[in-house]
């Protein structure tokens, strides 16, 4: 009888370390999954201001788009108004080709 109450007292005994490390092993796993919970939630803050960077960014890029269309429709308008403008320059330098050579002719009658 009294080997069998030393078993039973080494049974409960064994029995109540193991509950101990059970009890020790969900207070760690429940720490764990604490941090990891933390965790994630750092990471999606962190995603969603890389989100709103990225979103920021894209608007920041259309802007630039938006100007360089506007150069280059203003380049464009420029170059057609270049043209304009040298075509006139020399529909005048002809005209005042002309004026001057009718002008010769105006001086060279009344020489004569």
């Not at 078993?7 to 064994?14: E, F, G, V, Y």
């Not at 059970?22 to 207070?27: C, D, H, M, T």
């Not at 100007?67 to 203003?74: F, G, P, R, S």
């Given at each position: 009888?009294?080997?069998?109450?030393k078993?039973?007292?080494?049974?409960?005994?064994?029995s109540?370390?193991k509950?101990?490390?059970?009890?020790?092993?969900?207070?760690?796993?429940g720490e764990?999954l604490?941090?990891?919970?933390?965790?994630?939630k750092?990471?999606?803050?962190?995603?969603?201001?890389?989100?709103?960077?990225?979103?920021?960014?894209?608007?920041?890029?259309e802007?630039?788009?938006?100007?360089?269309?506007?150069?280059?429709?203003?380049?464009?308008?420029?170059?057609?108004?270049?043209?304009?403008?040298?075509?006139?320059?020399?529909?005048?330098?002809q005209?005042?080709?002309?004026?001057?050579?009718?002008?010769?002719?105006?001086?060279?009658?009344?020489?004569?």
């Open positions: 009888m009294a080997d069998s109450a078993q039973i007292k080494t049974l409960i005994n064994d109540v370390a509950v101990e490390n059970g009890s020790r092993l969900v207070n760690e796993s764990a604490r941090m990891i919970n933390e965790s994630v750092k990471v999606s803050e962190i995603v969603a201001e890389i989100s709103e960077s990225c979103q920021e960014q894209a608007n920041g890029i802007q630039i788009n938006q100007a360089v269309a506007q150069i280059d429709e203003t380049t464009q308008q420029n170059a057609a108004l270049v043209e304009e403008s040298t075509a006139a320059s020399e529909a005048m330098t005209k005042v080709k002309l004026l001057t050579g009718l002008a010769h002719q105006f001086k060279q009658e009344d020489a004569n």
